[in-house]
């Protein structure tokens, strides 16, 4: 929506002079000659031409404030004004200023082209305390980098310093903020699975294998293609989603066991029906301690 424009210019001489002589019975009731001819009526013209003068002067800014007027506001004007004009305004209509946790996460994503994904968590001072440990007017920026080629996902200690330092220009005075990598939740699972006649046991297998890592993976490209996604900070690990997960791969016919594991104090553990996972960690889907069996439908029927 286009700001409209105030018309400052909106009043003749005219208009003026009519509204002059309405006041004089009020304000010099004494005065009873209007005409032209009386040096106060000409007095009057002078000033209402004056004013009008004045009036369509203000409502003109010539092109030099306007441009100083911009260079005030931090807008360099190389070309032409208009387009400094719609730079300027897309400029202040775009987010600055850090206050929820959604501006946190949103400012350094589109600030920082290495970082893939952004999490904010309120009272929380995750390099100071403890995870669970409440720390009224503190925020935590947990960063995602892109991983590179050897896969890792840990953010070097420049970039951590330089989101900090970007953060700080931007945050609340009254805010206390940290920035902090990403911690992970290791998870296993033990599955059997029957394919069906016409599939390959090795083949579904692999299939399984590529949709859970793609499920599990704490950094996707988004389905629209608006950025990177991902497994969600906290979001815990059902068994009815990784079930519905694994008969949907093509050549699966059932399910007959699916196990959750966690590990937990350097044991692997088994889970139930559900993984808790904190607020602050991804999920790391360990394939190496993982059983996936896959048999055929011909052998279960023989």
């Given at each position: ?17 009519e ?9 010099a ?5 209007h ?35 911009l ?25 600055w ?8 996460e949103?400012?350094?994503v ?9 999490c ?7 390099d100071?305390?403890g ?8 925020v ?12 890792a ?54 299939r ?5 890592r793609s ?19 906290g ?20 399910l ?47």
């Open positions: 929506m286009t700001i409209p424009r105030i018309n400052l210019d909106n009043r003749t001489f005219d208009d003026l002079m509204e002059l002589r309405g006041l004089i019975p009020r304000e009731p004494q005065w009873t000659n005409n032209l001819s009386d040096p106060g009526i000409t007095l009057l013209e002078l000033f209402c031409w004056l004013t009008e003068g004045i009036m369509y002067r203000t409502n003109r800014i010539p092109e030099a404030s306007r441009r100083r007027f260079q005030l506001l931090g807008t360099e004007v190389s070309g032409s004004l208009d387009d400094a004009v719609a730079a300027t305004v897309n400029g202040l209509q775009a987010p200023r850090a206050v929820t946790a959604q501006d946190f949103t400012l350094v589109s600030a920082f082209p290495t970082v893939a994904r952004a904010c968590l309120a009272d929380r001072a995750l100071s305390s995870p669970d440990e409440e720390r009224i007017g503190h935590s920026v947990i960063i995602v980098p892109k991983p590179d080629g050897d896969g996902m840990a953010p070097s200690p420049a970039l951590l310093d330089e989101v900090y330092r970007f953060l700080d220009e931007r945050r609340l005075i009254t805010c206390c903020h940290h920035v902090v990598g990403p911690t992970f939740s290791d998870i296993a699972l033990s599955v059997t699975v029957v394919c069906t006649p016409a599939a390959q046991p090795e083949i579904v297998r692999e399984i294998m590529a949709a859970l499920f599990f993976a704490p950094v996707a490209a988004a389905p629209d293609g608006s950025g990177m996604t991902g497994w969600e900070f979001q815990p690990v059902y068994e009815s989603e990784v079930c519905a997960l694994i008969e949907g791969v093509a050549g699966v016919d059932h007959e066991t699916l196990a959750l594991g966690q590990m937990a104090g350097g044991v692997w553990q088994d889970s139930g029906r559900m993984i808790t996972i904190p607020a602050h960690s991804l999920v790391r889907f360990s394939e190496a301690v993982s059983k996936i069996v896959v048999t055929s439908l011909l052998q279960e029927i023989q």
